[in-house]
C-alpha cells in the first residue's frame, strides 16, 4: 500500500504539478553572426522577477549557433550587461586572439569582433564568458549557449539532424535561487535543474531514431546521465568529434563543461513516457553531485538535496513517427587516429592541490599557484605534442579544460579509458587521488603576447584561480595571429608616475578606457594624437588599457609598479 501511494504521488508530481513544455533555442547560421548581450529578467516562479542575462531576443540563454567545418565566420559581439565581459568558444581550435579568454575583454556598451576559420569536427559544442572571476555570475545568470559544428564527415551519415525535432539541443544546468528570486552562482544548495532554462521540462520526441545533445553548463554539479528503466542508448559523440562507432551505454557521467551526443531508439513507443535522469546516486564520494558526508544537524545547509540522489531532468513524451524517421543505428561513424604516446616530445605534470586535505570549496590550485595573469606557466612550441599528466591530491573531483586543442584520455591511474572517453576531449574529470594522463597537439596558432587557458570547470574553482595559462610559441613556421595589430605605443610599462599612450597611425579620435583586474573603470577619456594619463594614486597592479577608434581596437596590459 505504501508503495502504491508513493507511485500515485510520484505520478502526481510529475504530470500535474508545473510541468513545463521544454524551451529550445533559436538557431543562428551562416557567416555572420550577431550576439547582444543584455540584462534581462524572467519569471522563472511565481512571487519575484529573476535577473538574468540574455542574448538577443532571449530573455535566458542564448540562441544556438550552427558552424560548418571550413567556414571562415565573423561574430560580433555587443556587450549590454552594464559590466565588463568577454565571450569564449569553447572546445574551438581558434588563434588566441579569438578565443575570447580573460584578456579578451568588452567594456560595457562596446563590442568585438573575432574572425575565425572553423577547423573543429561535427560536434556539440559552446559559448560562453570566461571574465576574472566572474565566468560563474555571468554564465549562471544567463550567459550561455549552444555552438553545432557541421561538417562532411557527419552529413554523410544516416543521423537525426532535425534540430528540436529528432535533433535535441539540451543545456542542462543545476541552479541555486535565493528567497527572492535570484540566481546564486556560487552557491552549493543548486536544487533545481533546469534544461534549456526550463524548470520540470517536458519534451515531445518521435517513436523513432533521436538524438540527443547533452551539454553540462553547471557552474559545478556532476550528472550521470540514464533513462528509466535502465534503457540502453548509444553515444555517438564527445566534447570534439563523433566516436568511431557507437557506444552502447545505460549511463553517461558529464561534469561542467563535458558535452555527449546520444542516440536513443523510441521505436514503436507512441504514447508512452520515458525520463532522463541522474543517477547521482551511483556517483563516487567526492564529485560535487554524488553522495556527501553527513553533516551535523547544526550546520546551516551546505549540500543541494540532489546530492546522491536519482532524480529526473527531461520528461520524454513519445508521440507518432515523423515522415522520413531514421530508422537505425549507424554501425560506425568518423574513423579518427588519436596521437601516438611515442610521437609526445613533451611532457607536463599538473597537481591539483589546496591548502590542505580537509578543504571541501577550495581554493583549490594547479602545482600550489594560483592564476596569475602576469605569469605565463607554460610556453609550448608550436607543433608539440605533449602529454599532461593530471593528478587530484585534493577531497573533490575537478573537471580540467584546457583551451586551443583537442586530447585524447592516455589512461587514467593506469588504464585505458571506457570506450566513451575514447574520442576526441577537451574536459576530463580527475576524481581525487587519481591520476589521468591526457595528450594533445599544439598546432596551426602561435602567438606570444595572448595566452590561452586551462583550468577547472567547477566555475568557482575557476574564479577563485584555479587556472594556468600558456602560450604557444614559433620561431619560423606557424601562423601569427593577432587579428589586429596594435597602432598604439603604450609606455613605460611598467610605470610609476604616468603613462603615455601615443596613436601611431594617423590621429583620430579613440575612446580610452582603463580596467582593473576586476573589470572596473578606473579611468575613462578620449584622446587623438596622444595622452597623459597620471597614475601615481593607483594601486599597484595589472590593468587593462582598452582604445578605439574607426579603425582599430585593442587591449593591451600594464603594470603599475612602485
Ligand atoms: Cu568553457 Cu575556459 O572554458
Ligand atoms: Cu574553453
Ligand atoms: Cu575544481
Redesign the pocket.
Known amino acids: 500500500m505504501k508503495q502504491v501511494l508513493a507511485l500515485v504521488f510520484a505520478f502526481y508530481i510529475n504530470t500535474v504539478a508545473g510541468q513545463h513544455l521544454l524551451y529550445i533555442p533559436d538557431t543562428l547560421s551562416g557567416t555572420t553572426f550577431n550576439l547582444t548581450v543584455h540584462r534581462d529578467s524572467l519569471q522563472f516562479f511565481p512571487g519575484k522577477i529573476t535577473q538574468t542575462l540574455g542574448v538577443n531576443s532571449h530573455k535566458y540563454l542564448a540562441p544556438t549557433l550552427i558552424f560548418r567545418k571550413g567556414d571562415s565566420i565573423s561574430i560580433t559581439v555587443n556587450n549590454n550587461i552594464g559590466d565588463t565581459t568577454t565571450m569564449?568558444w569553447?572546445?574551438l581550435h581558434v588563434a588566441p586572439a579569438n578565443d575570447g579568454?580573460p584578456f579578451s575583454m568588452i567594456m560595457d556598451g562596446m563590442s568585438w569582433n573575432p574572425q575565425f576559420v572553423v577547423r573543429n569536427n561535427a560536434a556539440t559544442y559552446?559559448y560562453?564568458p570566461?571574465m576574472m572571476m566572474k565566468?560563474a555570475e555571468q554564465a549562471i545568470k544567463g550567459d550561455a549557449g549552444m555552438i553545432i559544428i557541421r561538417d562532411e564527415a557527419e552529413a554523410a551519415l544516416t543521423l537525426p539532424r532535425t534540430y528540436s525535432i529528432d535533433d535535441i539541443p539540451l543545456i542542462i544546468q543545476s541552479v541555486e535561487f535565493n528567497t527572492f528570486n535570484q540566481f546564486m552562482p556560487t552557491g552549493m544548495v543548486d536544487s533545481i535543474v533546469l534544461v534549456n532554462g526550463t524548470d520540470s521540462p517536458y519534451v515531445h520526441a518521435p517513436a523513432q531514431i533521436v538524438r540527443m545533445r547533452l551539454l553540462n553548463a553547471s557552474g559545478e554539479r556532476t550528472f550521470n546521465f540514464g533513462f528509466t528503466a535502465n534503457r540502453s542508448f548509444s553515444v555517438i559523440a564527445n566534447d570534439n568529434g563523433l566516436l568511431q562507432s557507437p557506444v552502447a551505454a545505460t549511463r553517461i557521467r558529464l561534469s561542467p563543461?563535458e558535452r555527449a551526443e546520444l542516440l536513443i531508439d523510441l521505436t514503436g513507443m507512441n504514447g508512452q513516457i520515458i525520463q532522463l535522469k541522474s543517477y547521482a546516486s551511483e556517483l563516487p564520494m567526492g564529485i560535487q553531485g554524488g553522495p556527501t558526508m553527513p553533516m551535523p544537524s547544526w550546520s546551516p545547509p551546505m549540500n543541494s538535496p540532489l546530492n546522491g540522489i536519482d532524480f529526473n531532468v527531461l520528461q520524454i513524451n513519445v508521440g507518432p513517427q515523423t515522415t522520413s524517421p531514421v530508422t537505425a543505428i549507424p554501425t560506425t561513424l568518423v574513423p579518427d587516429t588519436p596521437y601516438l604516446e611515442a610521437n609526445a616530445n613533451a611532457t607536463r605534470f599538473i597537481n591539483m592541490t589546496a591548502d590542505s586535505m580537509m578543504v571541501m570549496d577550495g581554493p583549490f590550485y594547479f602545482n600550489h599557484n594560483l592564476f596569475d595573469m602576469m605569469r605565463i606557466d607554460y610556453r609550448i612550441p608550436l607543433n608539440n605534442t605533449e602529454i599532461w599528466t593530471l593528478m587530484d591530491s585534493t577531497m573533490v573531483a575537478h573537471p580540467f579544460?584546457i583551451?586551443d586543442v583537442h586530447f585524447y584520455i592516455l589512461d587514467r591511474n593506469g588504464l585505458p579509458p571506457s570506450p566513451v572517453e575514447c574520442g576526441r576531449k577537451d574536459?576530463v574529470l580527475v576524481q581525487s587521488m587519481e591520476t589521468v594522463r591526457v595528450i594533445a597537439k599544439f598546432e596551426d596558432f602561435a602567438d606570444t603576447t595572448i595566452p590561452y587557458?586551462?583550468?577547472c570547470?567547477i566555475l568557482m574553482h575557476?574564479d577563485d584561480g584555479m587556472?594556468g595559462q600558456f602560450v604557444v610559441t614559433s620561431e619560423a613556421s606557424g601562423t601569427s595571429n593577432v587579428i589586429k595589430n596594435s597602432g598604439f605605443s603604450i609606455f613605460p610599462n611598467p610605470a610609476q608616475q604616468a603613462v603615455h599612450i601615443v596613436n601611431t597611425t594617423s590621429p583620430e579620435k579613440t575612446i580610452i578606457k582603463i580596467v582593473d583586474e576586476l573589470g572596473r573603470v578606473i579611468y575613462e577619456s578620449s584622446f587623438e594624437q596622444s595622452t597623459t594619463i597620471p597614475v601615481e594614486h593607483w594601486a599597484s597592479g595589472i590593468y587593462f588599457v582598452f582604445l578605439a577608434n574607426e579603425q582599430q581596437m585593442t587591449t593591451q596590459k600594464i603594470i603599475i609598479n612602485r
Open positions: 569564449h569553447h572546445g579568454g559552446w560562453h570566461h565566468t563543461g579544460h583551451h574536459v587557458m586551462y583550468h570547470h575557476e587556472m
